[in-house]
């Protein structure tokens, strides 16, 4: 039998006023509690909604955080792919020169080893000049004996026909 029905049950009968006052006050306490369980209800269930906003925040404050993050890895990825561009660009353009360099290298030393070359030709034509020239100085010296022995014999011839 519920409350509200004893309470009409016993006012009906009279039974007086002490136990109309009792099923009140048991009435009232119950409604109390009921009351104060549904707001305790009501509260936890605020506490756990706030407590989940509360979460929800934090998750969205560290999303927010990591997309930062992300966008700022990204632009520092952009600005090390630019210098990474330009450092290669340098290399290409330092390996370009230095390809330069050594063709010319090897230019020089080609003209070098056409020189050293022409210069062991020259030398060895020199030689040969030189061992001509020292023939034809023999040659010379001895046509120049030839003659001075030819003209002293002619002197000489000269001199027995001159009376």
């Known amino acids: 039998m519920s409350p509200e029905l004893l309470l009409t ?3 009906a009968l ?5 136990l ?7 009435l009232s306490r119950r409604g109390k509690q009921e ?22 925040a934090d ?6 955080e990591l997309w930062e993050r992300l966008k700022e890895a990204y632009t ?11 450092l290669l660009q340098e290399k290409a353009t330092i390996y370009a020169a230095k390809e330069a360099k050594q063709s010319q290298i090897d230019r020089l030393n080609q003209k070098l080893t056409a020189i050293s070359l022409r210069n062991d030709e020259l030398e060895r034509i020199v030689k040969q000049l030189q061992e001509k020239h020292q023939t ?9 004996e030839e003659c001075e022995q030819r003209y002293l014999q002619l002197r000489h011839q000269t001199r027995k026909l001159t009376p």
Request: net charge negative; proline share 0%.
């Open 9 to 11: 049950v016993v006012t």
């Open 14 to 18: 009279g039974i007086g006023e002490l």
């Open 20 to 26: 109309r006052t009792i099923i009140t006050t048991y």
């Open 35 to 56: 009351d104060q369980e549904h707001a305790d209800q009501q509260a936890e269930q605020q506490s756990e909604y706030t407590l989940n906003e509360a979460r929800i």
């Open 59 to 64: 998750a969205a404050a560290f999303r927010a």
């Open 76 to 86: 520092r990825n952009d600005a090390l792919s630019q210098q990474y561009g330009v």
């Open 136 to 144: 034809q100085i023999a040659e010379i010296n001895r046509q120049r």
